[in-house]
């Protein structure tokens, strides 16, 4: 197992999310409480009409026939009404409440009024104040397909519709292994070690792409026999175990002896990419037998998120049964260079409509500054350099599960 030919970028997003989808794993059923973030299964059909009976929207009353009418009773939310009886009939009703069968009008409260023999006059409005039956949606209509990110809102519809659970894919199970034994994992750096980053970090994407964090192991000791105990060990129980450092083949980078050790199998090692080159996806037999997937970052701190955005996102939407996220397109805020023959992922902030995406500073691939004042990547394709005012490709970073853009 040796270094490749660079993976065109997009070539090797695509390769891990094929990956991904081949590897998808089973479907459980949990309560809607749990569900945010999770992904459907099966698409979302509504069980009645909705509204599933005619619904007052207002306070006021429901008529029969022409005016004026003998008020005959009250309807409030959660009932079931009888009908009017005859022309000339009404009853008081409340917002939410069951239309009575037979009426021909809702009329506001603010709108009548009521004379000394008791009885309604009053005019409805010119468009009714009631929603009819299969207003939103018809019985069996598919509201939401499967591979659907369930939120909040999703979660609202369901209960509407009357679901107390929802069919969703496995959550894919994940697990860190960070490699070097430069790293401090506590105080600030200094004589020749550097304080770790991506163990406190790397989780919260993980999570945000909607992996279940696992475990988290390190630093990881720079010899072969520590690599291999640890990848062993994190195959135990995560479907993706994610590594940081050794990517290279310097005389520390264990990664690939490992690899070769475990009978690895490369989707995709070392992509076209600037910064974040030295990468890799493979699969790596399991204890069971069953394949798992070992995604190795770069050590430097942006190029690892780079790697996590490149090929680790795009698996892990394949896992989930969720569609590849289509890059939405911005405006160049300022020039953005080419990489000669490497796809070009600069990191940029928006502007608060959104559109319009503006690179950044302190974008070394050591450095961290620079990303926390991103919303995510201009993408630059080989052979190409952006100018202010181009049309440009946008590579998001991660929301929380449920999260609008």
């Known amino acids: 197992m040796t270094e490749s030919t660079p993976a065109d970028w997009e070539l090797a997003r695509t390769l891990a999310y094929e990956a991904g989808q081949a590897a998808a794993r089973g479907v459980e059923t949990i309560p809607l409480a749990d569900a945010d973030g999770r992904t459907l299964a099966e698409p979302l059909r509504t069980l009645t009409d909705l509204p599933a009976f005619p619904t007052s929207s207002i306070d006021g009353w429901a008529v029969r026939g022409a005016g004026p009418w003998r008020p005959a009773g009250r309807v409030l939310a959660g009932g079931t009404p009888p009908p009017l009886a005859a022309d000339g009939d009404c009853v008081e009703i409340a917002t939410g409440a069951m239309v009575p069968e037979h009426a021909t009008a809702l009329i506001r409260i603010e709108d009548s009024v009521t004379g000394a023999d008791g009885r309604v006059s009053g005019e409805p409005r010119a468009i009714p104040d009631w929603r009819l039956p299969g207003e939103e949606a018809r019985l069996g209509e598919e509201l939401f397909p499967a591979g659907t990110t369930v939120d909040p809102a999703i979660i609202g519809v369901a209960a509407t519709c009357g679901y107390e659970t929802l069919p969703v894919r496995l959550r894919p199970r994940a697990a860190l292994l960070v490699f070097g034994d ?14 770790d980053s991506l163990g406190p970090q790397v989780p919260g994407w993980l999570r945000r792409y909607g992996a279940g964090v696992e475990s988290v192991t390190g630093p990881v000791k720079d010899t072969l026999t520590a690599h291999l105990v640890a990848i062993r060990s994190a195959l135990g129980t995560a479907d993706l175990v ?56 770069p050590g430097n701190p942006q190029s690892a998120v780079i790697a996590l955005v490149t090929l680790v996102a795009p698996l892990l939407a394949g896992l989930h049964g969720r569609a590849l996220p289509a890059l939405p397109a911005v405006t160049a805020g300022a020039a953005v260079p080419g990489r000669g023959g490497f796809t070009h992922l600069a990191l940029a902030a928006l502007d ?54």
Not at 256 to 264: M, N, R, T, Y
């Open 182 to 195: 430069e790293l401090l994992t506590a105080g600030p750096p200094g004589a020749g070690r550097v304080r």
């Open 352 to 405: 608060p409509a959104g559109r319009t995406a503006t690179p950044v500073g302190h974008v070394g691939s050591a450095m961290l500054r620079g990303l926390a004042n991103s919303h995510g990547f201009v993408v630059v394709r080989p052979g190409t350099q952006a100018v202010a005012g181009d049309t440009v490709p946008f590579l998001p970073l991660p929301l929380l599960p449920g999260e609008r853009p």
């Open 242 to 297: 994610c590594t940081t450092g050794g990517t290279m083949h310097g005389p520390v980078d264990h990664l690939h002896p490992a690899l070769a050790e475990l009978g690895a199998s490369y989707i995709v090692n070392t992509v076209a990419v600037r910064p974040g080159f030295p990468m890799l996806l493979a699969r790596v037999p399991g204890p069971d037998g069953r394949d798992r997937f070992l995604a190795g970052l």
